[in-house]
Every structure is written in C-alpha cells, then in structure tokens.
C-alpha cells in the first residue's frame, strides 16, 4: 500500500529552530513536495526535492533521501505566523498522483 | 484567472440529494487534482485530471461520485444521493505539469444534513 508517516504535532518556542520529518512507503516515487495550511485557509506550496539533499528556500528547508524513504522540512527562526499544519506529499512516477501525509500541527509558543 | 476558484464556497444540502462542485483552475494548467478533507484531517485524493482524461480515478469512494473535466478547464464534481458521510470540505488544484507546484482553490465546504 502507500503510506506517509509524519508526527501529528509539534510544538516549539518562537525564533527557534524545528524539523517536521517524514517517511513514506509507495510504490512509485518520484518527488517529495511539502505545503502548508493554515487553520480554515488552502495548502499552499513549499518546497520540492526530486534529488537527494537539501533544498533551501529563505527560512525553510526541505531534506530528501531516496535511499532511506525520508526527508525533512525544517523552519527557522520560528515566528507564531508559522503556526500552521505542515503536509509531505509524495509524487508518484507512475501517475503523478500526489500521495499526501496527515499533517503535521505546528504550535508555536512566544 | 489569477488563481484557483471555486464555487460554491459552502454549500448545505439534505441527504439524498445531488450536488455539483465547480473548479475553475489556472488558465494553462494542464493537471487538475481533487481532494477531500475532514475536518484535521490530511488530504483525500479523489480523482486527477491531464488534460480531459482522467488516468487515476482510484481515489473516488463509490460509484456516486463522478466528475468530468471539459475543453482542458473547467471541472464539475457531481456527488449523487449525497449522505452524511460526504461532508467534508472538497479541494480543487490544478498545476502547469503533473509533477509541478500544485495550486489550490479555498475550497467548497459541504455539509449534508
């Protein structure tokens, strides 16, 4: 089956530093994408990594292994606007059906 | 247009009756995407779109839903004898190419009561 695994919560302290990880199990991969949602609000886009390594875009970052099905979204210098639900979805080669997470809840305290 | 749209934005309906989604995606978008979404919960694939055709409807949960997409634009989601079960905010996305940023729309809030 296909399955992504990432932490349903996590909490941090404004200005520091967080890593939402995430696992998958698909048949099929071609990229891993990672979007955000705030409460009420529609996904909206991250990052991408189709390679292995680190994608960096301003605060956030996204990581990727191929070889150990994982990678990482890591925000810093947190601010409370980052509060937000976080979603890694994988890309499937085979279709390009995006398989998505469950969603991670950022909590971010002053 | 500039972004996704969706329409309507919320909709409340009785049990059993149809009901029809519209998507309107970014003009060029070649891949369309629904999904559904509970409340707190991820995202539900429903049905993808390249082009007109639909290669994966996989994600569609009975047969009384269906959806079309026409002249490689506009999409309708039609959920026939609608129950309890399909309230739920239903998401549309589109995007340039298959494996590219997908855009959303805002979504249209069901409620079937």
């Known amino acids: 089956g296909q399955s992504l695994e990432q932490p349903s919560e996590v909490t941090a302290v404004e200005g520091a530093i967080v890593q939402i990880n995430c696992t998958y199990q698909?048949?099929?991969?071609?990229?891993l994408s990672w979007y955000q949602q705030h409460d009420g609000g529609a996904p909206t886009f991250l990052s991408y990594?189709?390679l292995d390594g680190l994608e960096e875009t301003g605060r956030f970052s996204s990581f990727l292994s191929r070889s150990d099905s994982y990678g990482y979204l890591l925000l810093q210098e947190l601010q409370m606007k980052d509060s937000a639900s976080y979603f890694c979805a994988v890309i499937r080669d085979s279709n390009y059906q995006l398989i998505w997470g469950a969603g991670t809840k950022l909590i971010i305290k002053p | 247009g500039a972004g996704v749209s969706q329409s309507p934005s919320n909709k409340v309906t009785e049990k059993g009756k149809d009901v029809e989604l519209r998507c309107d995606p970014i003009?060029?978008?070649?891949?369309l995407y629904w999904y559904r979404q509970s409340l707190g919960q991820g995202l539900e694939f429903l049905i993808y779109f390249q082009g007109n055709s639909a290669p994966d409807k996989s994600g569609l949960p009975s047969d009384r839903f269906s959806a079309e997409r026409t002249g490689g634009s506009v999409s309708t989601l039609t959920i026939q004898r609608t129950q309890q079960e399909d309230s739920a905010v239903y998401l549309c996305?589109?995007?340039?190419?298959?494996?590219?940023?997908?855009?959303f729309g805002q979504g249209t809030r069901l409620t079937v009561v």
């Open positions: 990594n189709a």
């Open positions: 003009s060029g978008h070649t891949a």
């Open positions: 996305a589109s995007s340039r190419q298959p494996n590219t940023e997908a855009f």
């Open positions: 698909t048949s099929g991969f071609y990229g």
